[in-house]
């Protein structure tokens, strides 16, 4: 049996897809629980090729509800799990994201973005953002990254493994149909070779010696009695994701020291922006570009400096306003004016870019 | 001087969370008896995980000394299903009501039973929906007066009683073991949990029990209504015995 997947640094040219199953791969992911739908299924795909070389397992369910909760099922085991899913299959795991996170479970899910509402298209879009940040009943505290490409992908799957683990939320790599489908370069390579240390997975159930006498049996539940129970609970895991906000917050700035214009974007709309920042500096407008990387936590902070540097905040983004809802309620106070370019479920290009901003710069004059 | 005789209770129930939260009456605590006790006699407290559902069967979730994990309305069946695929040396176990197994979870037991996952899953059969206060359940009896069903149940309008056990025996194949006990008759009930336990060690198949039970406190019964009914008005419907077990194929 051959164990490492991938030898210390190797270039490829993959789909998102391909990318996302070697990561898992060099992550040290044991089981996939999967369920089809597009445009994520080549995650499967890929996994289940590879599994029995790498002495690694795969179920395919009845459906995304049971392929969430046999993943939460499969980690409680003490495996790291993993599954994928987009659009309508993103409504059904949130049933079982919802018992993670309560049950502080590390599970990973790979969302592929697909346009919604309702079934609608497969490849373009970023309108999964309100419901892998918040989820649904609860409180939405799960780690969320939200990728540009395929280096990202590899980069942010492995990442996803050791977040999860480490502060036992569930974690979510947040891509989109056309970085699951379009080939890209990309340098896979052993998390050895950078120095990342996995994170060896823990049994919580299971665990050796005999319950009640070598040790405390597990008692895992969701429900509670008393609203008071609930209470405690719940502001306890508040005040600890809170806390650990700081050290989980990840975002990216190009050319904002002295930007006039600043255009927030995330995922694989942000490389469009930043050829956009590219193409107005060339121009003499002095743009700038805020890209964050968790989109829960949110690095709020961060981005309220940076906006409060600018003449104009401009928001793009493959949605009407999720991404929006997030940095207005992020940088509440904050007085600088605040517009909008929103393509839902549609690319956006470095060109449409430039032209709203030049718009916009005019407007300011 | 009084004596006072302690009940002694098997290794595995958890004294701790005793006196147990069940309704005075309730079937479930009969069921968990004599499943706590085939655990014991087949030694496999250690490494057995108990799944428990959304519905009165929660009220178990620290019922044992063994591992558990109480899970959402349905979702007990994949739980542990997860749980058994990502470890082989544990005993699964997903205890569910019937509303759990039969309406809300049904798609997660049917393809658990044709996929052969090696759990074993009990289903407790008091024919509604208990901890929502009585409502109509996919084994409510036809005439059965509930809180969804007020004037008995019209077969007409809402179709026949689902026969879990049947529908799963139709279903799986080999290996397979599937029976339909009663708390009425809790030393035969116990040997189909054991049997259904044993099924899983020996590694054969999916095992299923579903279990007929009392729920006197939404049937609004006295506790000789309450044993008619399980006794008599619902084994007129469900028959109680064994409909698979491997080795012996279903009897024609
Ligand atoms: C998704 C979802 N829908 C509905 C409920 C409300 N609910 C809680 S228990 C229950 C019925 C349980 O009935 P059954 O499974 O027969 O178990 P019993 O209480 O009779 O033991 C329902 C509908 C829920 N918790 N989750
Ligand atoms: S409501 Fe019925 S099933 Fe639930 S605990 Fe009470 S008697 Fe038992």
Redesign the interface.
């Known amino acids: 049996m051959v164990t490492k997947p991938i030898e210390g640094e190797k270039r490829a040219f993959m789909t998102g897809n391909e990318v996302v199953a070697w990561a898992a791969l060099a992550a040290g992911a ?2 996939m ?1 999967g369920y089809p739908i597009t445009p994520q299924n080549e995650i499967m795909h890929y996994w289940i090729r590879l599994a029995p070389k790498y002495d690694k ?1 795969f ?1 395919q ?3 995304e ?2 392929a969430g ?11 790291k ?1 993993f599954t994928a899913t987009a659009g309508p299959g993103n409504i059904l795991m949130q ?2 994201m919802t ?1 993670a996170e309560m ?1 502080r479970i590390p599970t990973v899910l790979v969302v592929c973005q697909r346009g919604g509402p309702s079934t609608a298209t497969v490849i373009y879009s970023q309108q999964e953002v309100t419901l892998t940040c918040f989820g649904g009943n609860g409180e939405g505290f799960r780690i969320v990254y939200s990728t540009s490409g395929q280096q990202d992908l590899f980069d942010y799957t492995i990442k996803a493994f050791n977040t999860a683990w480490k502060y036992r939320f569930p974690t979510f790599v947040l891509g989109d149909g056309y970085q699951a489908k379009m080939r890209e370069s990309v340098t896979i390579y052993d998390p050895e070779v950078r120095g990342i240390k996995m994170i060896e997975p823990e ?5 050796a ?4 006498l070598d040790r405390d ?7 509670y009695n008393l609203e008071e129970e609930l209470y405690e609970v719940v502001t306890a895991m508040a005040k600890e994701f809170e806390q650990i906000a700081p050290e989980l917050v990840e975002y990216q700035e190009f050319e904002t020291e002295d930007c006039e214009v600043l255009i927030l974007a995330h995922g694989v709309v942000s490389r469009a922006v930043r050829g956009a920042v590219e193409a107005l500096r060339a121009q003499g407008i002095k743009a700038g570009h805020f890209r964050p990387i968790t989109l829960r936590p949110f690095p709020a902070e961060q981005l309220k400096q940076t906006v409060q540097k600018a003449k104009k905040v401009l928001v793009v983004e493959s949605a009407v306003g999720q991404l929006e809802k997030i940095i207005k309620q992020s940088t509440y106070g904050v007085t600088t004016p605040m517009t909008n370019y929103f393509r839902p479920g549609e690319g956006i290009t470095v060109e449409e870019v430039v032209e709203e901003v030049v718009e916009e710069v005019k407007k300011l004059v | 001087m009084e004596t006072i005789i302690e009940p002694k209770m098997p ?1 595995v129930w ?1 004294k701790e969370t005793k006196p147990h939260k069940f309704c005075p009456g309730c079937g479930h605590p009969l069921v968990l008896k004599v499943l706590g006790e085939a655990i014991e006699e087949l030694e496999i ?3 057995t ?1 108990f799944g428990c559902d ?1 519905g009165c069967s ?1 009220l178990a ?2 019922f ?9 309305h349905g ?1 007990t069946t ?10 082989s ?2 005993i699964g176990i997903a205890y569910m009501g019937d509303g759990g197994g039969y309406a809300i979870g049904s ?2 037991l ?2 658990a039973a044709a996929r052969n996952e090696k759990i074993t899953v009990i289903l407790v059969n008091n024919t509604i929906y208990a901890m929502t206060g009585g409502q109509m359940a996919p084994t409510t009896l036809p005439n059965q007066k509930t809180e969804t069903s007020p004037y008995g149940r019209e077969i007409e309008a809402t179709g026949y009683p689902t026969l879990g056990p049947e529908m799963v025996s139709a279903i799986t194949q080999e290996g397979a073991y599937i029976a339909r006990g009663t708390v009425a008759n809790l030393r035969q009930l116990k040997k189909f949990i054991k049997n259904a336990l044993e099924n899983q060690v020996n590694g054969n198949g999916f095992s299923f029990v579903e279990a007929l039970s009392l729920c006197p406190t939404n049937w609004r019964t006295n506790a000789e209504e309450t044993w008619k009914f399980v006794e008599d008005e619902m084994t007129k419907y469900f028959k109680v015995g064994e409909l698979k077990t491997p080795g012996k194929k279903e009897e024609a």
């Open positions: 044991d089981i629980y397992n179920l369910t009845e459906d509800i049971s909760f046999t993943c939460v099922g499969g980690v409680m085991a003490g495996k799990a049933e079982s018992m049950m049994p919580f159930v299971g665990k010696g005999m319950p009640a049996p597990a008692h895992y539940r969701n429900t | 290794k958890r407290q250690e490494r995980v959304i929660l979730w620290d044992f000394n063994v591992d558990s994990v109480q899970t959402h979702r994949p739980v542990i299903t997860g749980i058994k695929r990502a470890n040396n544990l798609q997660h049917v393809n």
